[in-house]
């Protein structure tokens, strides 16, 4: 089984490195980190998973940012609206 945080925020958007994290993250136990902003690959042994936050007023606004973004290899966290 893995395990992963998600979704971490490293530099700039944070207040600590990617590195840092990962190195927290693997004496935690886990196996990844989806990290916004941030390129795949592996640091100290944790697999990193690109993610991207989208935000907007409702499902519409959320729709056409993931459209315009599609193709990027990411996860996709949304925050939209009150529902």
Known sequence: MQFTDACV??????????R??????????LDS??????E??????VSIIP???LEG???REI??????LAGRPALFSARAGDY
Do not use: E, K, N
């Open 51 to 53: 993610g991207i936050m």
């Open 57 to 59: 007023a409702g499902i």
């Open 9 to 18: 925020f490293p530099y700039p958007a944070g207040d600590s490195s990617l």
């Open 33 to 38: 980190l989806v990290a916004a902003g941030a």
């Open 63 to 68: 729709r056409a940012s993931a459209r315009q």
């Open 40 to 45: 795949a690959g592996i640091v100290h042994g």
């Open 20 to 29: 840092r994290m990962a190195l927290d993250a693997r004496h935690l136990g």
